[in-house]
């Protein structure tokens, strides 16, 4: 990595959790759905960051969000777990090594692709963080529909800033 990555995804570290813990933190739809846009950040890292550095980046990004949240590391592991299938998800999708662009965004990989892409993980990192905040299986209904609804909060979220900033692929 370059140092203008570098330098660009702090900043976008920066602004993405700026924006959940001093934004987002309060917007909640009657208690239902929470949107959690910090994850973007995961998202779009560089397909060639290795997997140990991804692991450290997450663990520290769910640790900063759970020192305002008060969460006690639910979104540590959520964002771990987050991580864990970006990993399964890119090795199964893509052949790493024969891109020549830097991160899997919209605009590199395509519409149905990051749509999946995003689906997929978003999907994992709410359903974590659901279960281990709510930690009891008497209202496993209630949190799966409230992590459900959040998804589609948050995905829609992540696709609008996906479709105001992407650089778009060159033809």
Not at 62 to 75: E, K, P, R
Not at 123 to 152: D, N, P, W
Request: glycine residues 4%; positive net charge; proline residues 3%.
């Amino acid at each position: 990595m370059n140092s203008k990555t570098i330098l660009l995804n702090i900043f976008r570290w920066f602004v993405l959790l700026f924006v959940q813990i001093f934004l987002l933190r309060n917007l909640n739809y009657y208690n239902l759905s929470t949107p959690f846009i910090y994850i973007l950040f995961i998202l779009v890292l560089p397909f060639r960051i290795p997997n140990l550095l991804l692991f450290l980046i997450a663990f520290g990004t769910g640790l900063t969000i759970d020192a305002f949240y008060d969460t006690l590391g639910v979104h540590t592991s959520a964002c771990v777990a987050l991580a864990f299938v970006r990993i399964l998800f890119i090795s199964v999708s893509v052949n790493r090594d024969a891109f020549d662009e830097p991160e899997p965004s919209l605009g590199n990989m395509g519409f149905k692709w990051f749509l999946l892409y995003a689906f997929l993980c978003t999907i994992v990192h709410h359903i974590i963080v659901f279960v281990l905040e709510a930690f009891k299986f008497s209202e496993i209904g209630y949190t799966l529909g409230r992590a459900l609804i959040s998804v589609i909060f948050t995905l829609f979220i992540v696709l609008l800033v996906e479709f105001t900033f992407h650089n778009r692929k060159s033809n």
